[in-house]
T-cell receptor, first 113, second 112 residues
Framework: DQQVKQNSPSLSVQEGRISILNCDYT??????FLWYKKYPAEGPTFLIS?????DKNEDGRFTVFLNKSAKHLSLHIVPSQPGDSAVYFC????????????FGTGTRLKVLA | DSGVTQTPKHLITATGQRVTLRCSPR?????VYWYQQSLDQGLQFLIQ???????AKGNILERFSAQQFPDLHSELNLSSLELGDSALYFC???????????FGQGTRLTVV
């Protein structure tokens, strides 16, 4: 039962353009959502998060949008840079109940120079 | 540097053997999580400890066990190893608010 889904295994974007990574979840108990970036042979690095009481959170070039009614979140990277090329995981947790972080299967982003 | 330390970085062992993976959380973090990543797949949640007590359990095999010690470091024990247990094992820790978790560099386990 995949509670957090990233339906696009890969995405290619031109440098300077916007990258949009999508994530869907099924469990309405989730109330905190996170994005992680992962390079090969390294651990995931925390990027940005959003609480379910918000619909948008911005940090520099990274913005996360949450649509609770659709159970959907997205990560926007503007402008995209070659160094952003990595695998991006979304994760969800129910900090008010269950505490484990459930991860999606990841989207491999390639930013073309 | 996330502040989470995992040892060893690499481990090669034979089928049927037992290994122990170690994790030191970030200073002050009470929660430790263990994840398994096989063949560039997603991160599968195994188990979480909070201040020495088991808090949540995922799809952890009965051959696997974990514990968190009074100094808050954690160990993941994998026994009767099979070829399919070859994977990256990540440890993460989070603070009292349990918002974002920070990951270690992982232990790559190869079972031959």
């Amino acid at each position: 039962d995949q509670q957090v889904k990233q339906n696009s295994p890969s995405l290619s974007v031109q440098e300077g353009r916007i990258s949009i990574l999508n994530c869907d979840y099924t469990n309405s108990m989730f109330d905190y959502f996170l994005w992680y970036k992962k390079y090969p042979a390294e651990g995931p690095t925390f990027l940005i998060s959003i609480s379910s009481i918000k619909d948008k959170n911005e940090d520099g070039r990274f913005t996360v949008f949450l649509n609770k009614s659709a159970k959907h979140l997205s990560l926007h990277i503007v402008p995209s840079q070659p160094g952003d090329s990595a695998v991006y995981f979304c994760a969800a947790s129910g900090v008010s109940g269950t505490y484990k972080y459930i991860f999606g299967t990841g989207t491999r982003l390639k930013v073309l120079a | 540097d996330s502040g989470v330390t995992q040892t060893p970085k690499h481990l090669i062992t034979a089928t049927g053997q037992r290994v122990t993976l170690r994790c030191s959380p970030r200073s002050g973090d009470l929660s430790v999580y263990w994840y398994q990543q096989s063949l560039d797949q997603g991160l599968q949640f195994l188990i979480q400890y909070y201040n020495g007590e088991e808090r949540a359990k995922g799809n952890i095999l009965e051959r696997f066990s974990a514990q968190q010690f009074p100094d808050l470091h954690s160990e993941l024990n994998l026994s009767s190893l099979e070829l399919g247990d070859s994977a990256l094992y990540f440890c993460a820790s989070s603070g009292r608010r349990m918002t974002e978790a920070f990951f270690g560099q992982g232990t790559r386990l190869t079972v031959v």
